[in-house]
C-alpha cells in the first residue's frame, strides 16, 4: 500500500466579503500542516500548485497530484459555511464530501483549524496511518485502530474505544462501522442490527462510498455473503490502497 499523493488548493471565498480573500490560502495552509503528520500521505509542494493551476486538463501530470483537496467558503446568516470536498486528480469524480463546517462570523480561526482536522482524519482513517499525534477528537479511534491487529483479545477496551470515539465526534462514520463488526465477528446479531439501525438514524447524507460500505454491512447481517463479497470486491477496486478493503475482500473471497 503505497502513499498518497495530494494536492490541497486554495478554497475559493464566494462570500462576497474581501475581508475573507485570506481564507483561502489560509484554509489550505492548515489543511497541508495536518496533513505532514501523517507518514502514508505526502503533499504537493505550495509553489507547483500555483504554477500548474491554469493547466487543468494536465494538473494531475504536472504536480503528480494523485487526489485533490478544494472547497469554498459561504456566508449564510451570521454564519460563516465551508463547504469541501476530495476529487480524483485523474478521473476528476468526487471521491468524498466532507460535512459542511459552519461557525460564528468572528471564528474564522477555529473554522480553519476544525477544517484541517477533519481532513486529517479522514485521511489517516483511509490510509491506515496510525502516526497522527494529534486532533483530541479523533484520539480514541486512532486509539483503537492501533489495537485493530489484536482486537479479539480485549473485548471491553475495544467497545469503550469505539464508544468514546462515537462520543467525541458523533458525525464521524467509521467508529459505528467498526462496532457493528466487533458485535458481526462475534455473532451477537441483535446488537450488530441496533448498531445498523443507530447508524441509518444519524447519516441520511452519505457519500456513495460511504453508503456503499453501509451496503456490504447490511448484505453481511442479512447473511448474504454472495452480495457482501461483490461489494468488499468493488470497494476494493475503487479504492485499493485503503487498508479494510483489502482484509475485507480477502477475507470474503476465502469465504
Do not use: C
Amino acid at each position: 500500500i503505497r502513499e498518497s499523493r495530494i494536492a490541497v488548493l486554495p478554497f475559493e471565498n464566494k462570500s462576497n466579503d474581501p475581508k475573507l480573500d485570506m481564507f483561502g490560502t489560509m484554509a489550505a495552509d492548515y489543511i497541508i500542516q495536518s496533513l505532514l503528520s501523517l507518514d502514508k500521505v505526502k503533499v504537493v509542494m505550495f509553489n507547483s500548485i500555483e504554477e500548474n493551476l491554469p493547466y487543468t486538463s494536465s494538473f494531475a501530470e504536472r504536480t503528480g497530484a494523485e487526489m485533490i483537496i478544494k472547497g469554498s467558503l459561504y456566508i449564510q446568516d451570521d454564519k460563516l459555511l465551508v463547504q469541501s470536498q476530495v476529487i480524483d486528480a485523474i478521473s476528476g469524480e468526487v471521491e468524498i464530501v466532507l460535512p459542511e463546517i459552519a461557525s460564528p462570523k468572528n471564528e474564522l480561526q477555529t473554522l480553519v483549524k476544525e477544517l484541517a482536522a477533519r481532513f486529517a482524519g479522514y485521511f489517516a482513517m483511509k490510509e491506515g496511518d496510525l502516526n497522527m499525534k494529534l486532533i483530541p477528537k479523533y484520539e480514541a479511534y486512532l486509539k483503537f485502530r492501533e489495537i485493530f491487529p489484536i482486537w479479539d483479545i480485549d473485548v471491553p477496551g475495544e467497545r469503550k474505544i469505539l464508544s468514546q470515539a462515537i462520543a467525541m465526534d458523533s458525525t464521524f462514520l467509521y467508529p459505528y462501522l467498526f462496532s457493528f463488526v466487533s458485535y458481526y465477528n462475534r455473532r451477537q446479531w441483535k446488537e450488530a442490527d441496533s448498531v445498523m439501525k443507530l447508524t441509518d438514524r444519524r447519516f441520511d447524507r452519505l457519500t456513495t462510498y460511504e453508503q456503499a460500505y453501509l451496503n456490504v454491512n447490511k448484505a453481511m447481517l442479512a447473511g448474504n455473503l454472495p452480495e457482501a463479497f461483490r461489494g468488499w470486491k468493488s470497494l476494493y477496486e475503487r479504492d485499493p490502497k485503503n487498508v479494510n478493503t483489502n482484509i475485507w475482500a480477502a477475507g470474503m473471497a476465502m469465504v
